[in-house]
């Protein structure tokens, strides 16, 4: 990914996804994500662990 690509990447979870994740525990986000990762089999490998990254990031500026 191209900084502007991650950058774009990080805007879009900020505005999609961290108004519900703010008030979701890490065990919930991470059924979450793993959820959509079965549901979802195009994805890409390991988007779920870099979206789940990112989340935590955001949301407690750490990376599990």
């Known amino acids: ?3 502007e690509e ?7 979870i ?3 996804i961290m108004p519900y994740a703010q008030n ?3 065990e919930q986000i991470q059924s979450l ?3 959509v990762e079965k549901q ?3 994805l890409p490998f390991g988007f779920g662990n870099m979206l789940l990254e990112q989340i935590h990031l955001l ?3 750490e990376i599990k």
């Open 33 to 35: 994500v793993e959820n």
């Open 6 to 12: 991650e950058q774009e990447f990080i805007d879009k």
């Open 24 to 26: 979701m525990t890490k």
């Open 40 to 42: 979802n089999p195009n």
């Open 14 to 16: 900020k505005e999609t």
């Open 59 to 61: 949301k407690y500026g």
């Open 1 to 3: 990914m191209t900084k």
